[in-house]
T-cell receptor, first 114, second 113 residues
């Protein structure tokens, strides 16, 4: 089945530790996105990428890093510089342009601090 | 700039009641409009969309009409079920600003038997 796979479903981070969230898609989409969702709040854009080897900062990129070495993969690293990382992280992908511009979401990763 | 404003929640309804969740938008170009639904602990799923003025999106008994004159895209359902309990997000995509989506803050709906 085509879709977006995020792993792990739950992740725990120790103080000073970097952790990486995985996002893989087999929809052949060019664009991929990372959002952060806090309880009772909407989605805030962290980073997005419209093509391999290129990505742009979103509204809350500080303390996060990404890479886009392959079309199907867009991992997010939460660095130790992110002082409040506890949240639900959502990855999405879309085709580029026109009527195909629909974002499809993974099931999310819930990150907590130990 | 682009933004989406949707009605504050939470909303609690009895089964078979009529649902309206208001959504208004601001856009610099000609956006496409979307409603997404999020069930507890899951990602967002596309519920319906409309790509131009006066288009009506519909799915699973839900409907929304793209009203350019009032810059609105209100979600409606004639008879809600307990299984409709979820958080609903209104969103827009404007090709003039690349492929970014702009989401509302979400409206939590609880349907009681």
């Amino acid at each position: 089945d085509g879709g977006i796979t995020q792993s792990p479903k739950y992740l725990f981070r120790k103080e000073g530790q970097n952790v990486t969230l995985s996002c893989e898609q087999n929809l052949n989409h060019d664009a991929m996105y990372w959002y952060r969702q806090d309880p009772g709040q909407g989605l805030r854009l962290i980073y997005y990428s419209q093509i391999v080897n290129d990505f742009q900062k979103g509204d809350i990129a500080e303390g996060y890093s990404v890479s886009r070495e392959k079309k199907e993969s867009f991992p997010l690293t939460v660095t130790s510089a992110q002082k409040n990382p506890t949240a639900f992280y959502l990855c999405a992908s879309s085709s580029v342009g026109g009527a195909k511009n629909i974002q499809y979401f993974g099931a999310g990763t819930r990150l907590s601090v130990l | 700039g682009n933004s989406v404003t949707q009605m504050e929640g939470p909303v609690t309804l009895s089964e078979e009641a009529f649902l309206t969740i208001n959504c208004t938008y601001t856009a610099t170009g000609y956006p496409s409009l979307f409603w997404y639904v999020q069930y507890p602990g899951e990602g967002l799923q596309l519920l319906l969309k409309a790509t131009k003025a006066d288009d009506k999106g519909s799915n699973k008994g839900f409907e929304a009409t793209y009203r350019k004159e009032t810059t609105s895209f209100h979600l409606e359902k004639g008879s809600v079920q307990v299984s409709d309990s979820a958080v609903y997000f209104c969103a827009l995509s404007d090709l003039n600003t690349g492929n970014q989506f702009y989401f509302g803050t979400g409206t939590s709906l609880t349907v009681i038997p």
